[in-house]
């Protein structure tokens, strides 16, 4: 609104511009959203995970998207790929204007922390600074397409996720002539290794051929020593996009969509997964992943122990779920449901949003909501479900070792302590 208010153009009270109609297969052409590709499923090595910096916000800068000038046509245009819209390009547009500076001053951050030592005093206020410009980077991008804001039209936000497509294929075929295997594309990221050790210096290469060709600034987030992209719990031959975890060269860890990035994980589970992790992360680059198995399972066997031993306390099983709808409106009895139910018969209210936290009993109901006036007896806890999902957050790292989902629970869950392997000798859990 500043920017049109320094511009001379009238600000409205109120939106009143009603999308265009579309039929169905235009609809379904245009409103596709990002770019996502597959990943292939199970363990890589050598692997360099490349980013667009700021892609939504840089394509609505460099292509001058803006309300005002998707669908105008002039002298000076160019056109939408696969809307085949015309795009003004005589005037820069209020959106790319505002962008303009906030993207600036962004990257010129980005570009000072990459060339600073770590230890260096101003590299945390510097870094939250780059956080909160891209914050206010990604709003503006939702802001485009959000139907009640002022300046906001959803073709224009089909315009930004049509070039952010177009812009990630022109990536993929730039690596690929580079003799490069892309492994996994999202959005604004890709996933490539080759026959050989990919070193900074050939990744900054690929970078700068990409950068050449989509006028995109680019990053290079690491290398990887290994990473693991996951399938889907119900069909094995699934991937799913955003579900990894993986080790770069420096020795940084790096997980998403595993049970211990996830609010509903109970905080023993999540700091078991994360020890396992950790212990994957400092095993020499030159041995094998499956050489950890047995300090694995002795992490797991330990919080197992502790689980049954009652040696946790309450706090480490609380299971947090966010409040979708009121709870008169749940039509499955769900363990949120259920603890929601108790909260209201005591007087205590959650709106969606909120988030209900529980702990999973024997018997009904199956749950105790934490913030009941009563205290729980610890008798009741069922350990044996919370067995099952440590089971399964173990197979989540186990799996791609080669230890199928039955062998992970009987190493787990079976009473006798010594056990043969494959490898040698379960170490005894204290």
């Known amino acids: 609104m500043q920017t049109a208010l320094r511009r001379g153009v009238l600000v409205p009270h109120l939106k009143q511009q009603a999308e265009a109609f579309k039929t169905a297969a235009e609809l379904i052409r245009a409103d596709r959203g990002g770019l996502v590709y597959q990943p292939l499923v199970g363990l890589h090595h050598n692997v360099a995970e490349i980013d667009f910096i700021s892609m939504y916000p840089g394509l609505m800068v460099h292509f001058n998207v803006s309300p005002e000038t998707v669908g105008v046509e002039s002298e000076q ?5 696969e809307l085949n819209l015309p795009l003004d390009q005589s005037i820069e547009g209020l959106v790319p204007a505002t962008l303009r500076p906030l993207l600036a001053k962004r990257l010129a951050i980005k570009e000072q922390l990459a060339q600073m030592d770590k230890r260096d005093c101003r590299t945390q206020p510097l870094k939250a600074r780059a956080a909160g410009l891209k914050w206010l980077l990604v709003v503006c991008f939702g802001n485009l397409g ?6 906001g039209r959803i073709v224009a936000h089909e315009a930004v996720t049509a070039y952010s497509r177009e812009v990630l294929l022109s990536a993929k075929e730039t690596a690929e002539y580079l003799g490069y295997w892309v492994l996994h594309m999202y959005v604004d990221a890709l996933w490539v290794k080759r026959e050989e050790p990919t070193t900074e210096a050939d990744a900054r290469h690929l970078m700068g051929e990409i950068s050449k060709r989509t006028n995109l ?4 987030e690491g290398i990887y020593r290994w990473i693991v992209f996951l399938p889907s719990r119900l ?3 699934v991937p799913v996009p955003n579900r990894y975890f993986g080790v770069f060269a420096d020795g940084r860890l790096k997980t998403r969509g595993i049970e211990c990035n996830r609010h509903d994980t109970p905080p023993f589970i999540a700091k078991a997964q994360r020890r396992a992790l950790q212990k994957l992360a400092t095993l020499p ?3 094998p992943l499956r050489e950890a198995l047995p300090e694995l399972i002795l992490i797991w066997r330990s919080s197992v122990a502790d689980l049954r031993e009652g040696r946790l306390p309450l706090e480490e099983l609380l299971v947090s779920h966010r409040v979708s709808r009121a709870p008169e409106e749940f039509r499955a009895a769900s363990p949120a449901a259920r603890a929601l139910a108790q909260l209201a018969r005591s007087g205590q209210q959650r709106r969606p949003g909120q988030r209900v936290r529980f702990i999973y009993t024997r018997g009904a109901p199956g749950v105790y909501a934490w913030d009941l006036p009563e205290p729980l007896d610890p008798a009741v806890v069922d350990t044996d479900y919370y067995a099952k999902l440590l089971v399964r957050a173990a197979d989540t790292i186990l799996r791609p070792l080669g230890v199928p989902e039955e062998r992970t629970r009987s190493w787990l869950l079976s009473n006798v302590y010594q056990q043969e392997l494959p490898f040698g000798r379960l170490p005894r859990v204290p």
């Open 235 to 237: 069909d094995q031959r």
């Open 285 to 287: 680059e030159e041995r």
């Open 217 to 220: 600034p680019i990053a290079l």
């Open 77 to 81: 245009q160019r056109l939408i790929p």
């Open 146 to 151: 959000y139907k009640n804001s002022r300046f």
